[in-house]
Structures are given as C-alpha cells and as structure tokens.
C-alpha cells in the first residue's frame, strides 16, 4: 500500500539561478526513522544560494532549505528521541552506521555528502511528488510548510526557545561556534583571526570570546559587521577594503596566530592564513568552494614549524549535545545570535536572498506564520 501523502507549500527552484516559487506538492508520512515537522522558521545559509547557483549540482527542481526550526507533527514507530509537540531544530544529515559516526563524528559522514546534496534518501527514494520536484535536501528541504527528516538529524530544543532564533544554530552558527569549541578547542589566552565575518564568523567571533581568547581578530570589507564583531567580541578589526589585511594581521601578532579560520573560500586568504600561523598553529578551511578549487600553499610553510591545514564541516558537532548547549549559552547572554538575525515572511524569501547577497542582512530567517 502507498504512504498516506500531505500537501505542502514549498519554494521551489526549477532552473540554475531560478527564483524560489511557491508550489504546492504532496510528501509522504515518515518511515519508521522519520519524523515529519511542521516548520515554523527557517534560516537562509550560503550553501543554499550556492545550490540554486549549481555551484554545488544538486538535482532540479529542488526544495533547498537546511536551517530548520518548528513543531513535530508525527513521528515513524521506531523514533524515540522526539515525540509529536516537541520544538526542534533540524541540521545535518548523517547514515549512522559508518565509521565515522561510530567514532562518535557525524559531521564527517562517509555518506554525509550525498544525504546533504544527492536530493534523495540514502537508497535514492523520494517521499516528495509534483511536477518530479526533489527533497530530501540536507535531509529536510526545510523552505516548506513541512519538513520530513529523520531522528538523527532532528535535535529537541527548549519550548521557551524562539524558533526564528534555533533554525540557524542547526548549520551555520553551529559550524562557527563549534570550529572553535569542538574542532580547535580553542583555549583561554590563544589567538585567534577570522577571515569572514558572516553569520559562521561572527559565531566563532562569539565562541572565541566564551572560550578566553585573549585575541580575537575579525577581517571582513563591511563596516557594519565589523562593529558588530569588535560588539561580540573582538579585540581587533581589519577592513579588507582599506587595509593590507597580511600587514595588519602580522602586526597584531608579530609571532603569527594559534588559529586562523578562514571562511571567504577565497584561494588566496588559505594560503595567507598558513603564511601568519605560529608554530603549531592551525588554519582552518571552513568556507565552502565551488568543486575543484584548488589553493596555492607553500609546503615548506606547513613543514617548518609544524603548521597544519585542516577542514572543519559542521563545527564538528554532536548536534544532540551542541545544539542544546548554543540554546543555554544564548539564554544566559553569552551567545547572543538575535544580533544577527533579520526576519521574513515566507512568501518574500527571494528578498531574504537577494539581500543576503548583497550582504545587508547577516542571517535572513524565513518566517512561516500560520
């Protein structure tokens, strides 16, 4: 017998670089791992703009959408973590049954790749149907009125937590807050730059600064964020567009830095991160590069002195930990992301991206409402 289906307003992209249109197609009830929920918030990340671009193929059309917040509406029989009525947040797709998610290190999916941009579920089946439209994305395909993902990418958060503010800690500030906390272990009186000040840099800003990091330095070409950074944090700014940034970061810490996170994707800021480290230091590849980018580092930097390059995806979270941990450092006002986030109805979602593009906004929240 087929599933029992819902009918569901989705934003829709049909074509590379299309506008989000709002559609109305059918997703099946949950599977026995599944839970479906009813989304009440929803962040905008770069990975999403980055899909719609192609600039990471995902198959077309497409609900995108990975920042998930809202309201269990039913779960499959062998879900136990959450139970209808429950609030949560929905983030990262992972099979659990590789090594890396045995090893307790789901962010590093064998699988985790596919489960995010393959559009399908693990065994290529689709629960979503109208017009050959596509979910599944980062195992929710959140920008719709439901959202169907399974229990280990659903995470119990807080009733008294506003969801328009748990959506974004599902992804990006996870990815920002955890690369300090979880992937570095950044310790008090270290150093720290970070080339990015967008929603994952200004968490990491904020993570630095609950972590002890005597020196905090924010590179960025908008002003605003960084005041908003020195506000969260930050012992230092440096504006791209009027400074050398190499020269002011080599004369905040003539010694080089203990870890540099460098989020623009630019080839050229990872190769200058591993130039300013000291000794041991660490520089850390965190923003997202179209396929096959490839950056110019000297070998002999990374040899002599022990320098290391690694990546960080998803901050290195245990969401079911570190999700609830961000909602308690947020709610005694040692995480503040109500500084970064700006509101949109649903229906205006090509604003929300349109304005982060233009980088007037530092996390758009799509709003559902009734």
Known sequence: ??????????????????????????????????????????????????????????????????????????????????????????????????????????????????????????????????????????????FARFALASERNTVRVADDMPLEL????????????????????????????????????????????????????????????????????????VDGRTENVADQLRKIRPDGFDYILEITARPQMLAMAVELLAPMGVAALIGGAPAGTKAPIDMNSLLNGGRMVRGIAQGDSQPQIFIPKLVELYRTGRFPVDRLVRTYEFADINQAFADASRGSVIKPVLVMGD
């Open 166 to 237: 748990v959506g974004p800690l599902g992804c990006g500030l996870q990815t920002g807050a955890g690369a300090v906390m979880n992937s570095l272990r950044v310790g008090a009186g270290q150093s720290v730059a970070v080339l990015g000040t967008g929603a994952v840099g200004l968490a990491a800003v904020m993570a630095a600064n609950i972590v002890g990091a005597t020196t905090i330095v924010a590179v960025d070409v908008n002003e605003t964020r960084l005041a908003l950074a020195s506000e969260l944090g930050a012992t230092h700014t």
């Open 1 to 142: 017998m087929p599933s029992p289906t819902l009918d569901v307003e989705a934003a829709v992209v049909e074509e590379k670089n299309g506008e989000f249109r709002l559609r109305t197609v059918s997703v099946q009830a949950p599977r026995p791992d599944e839970v479906l929920v009813r989304v009440v918030a929803t962040g905008v990340c770069q990975t999403d703009a980055h899909s719609r671009s192609q600039d990471y193929p995902v198959p077309l059309p497409v609900i995108l959408g990975h920042e998930g917040a809202g309201i269990v509406e039913s779960v499959g029989s062998a879900v136990r973590d959450v139970v209808p009525g429950d609030h949560v947040a929905l983030t990262f797709p992972s099979c659990g049954r590789c090594r890396a998610c045995r090893a307790g290190a789901p962010a590093n999916c064998q699988h985790g790749f596919e489960l995010s941009f393959g559009a399908s579920r693990l065994d290529g089946s689709n629960a979503y149907g109208g017009g050959g439209v596509h979910g599944h994305f980062f195992g929710q395909s959140s």
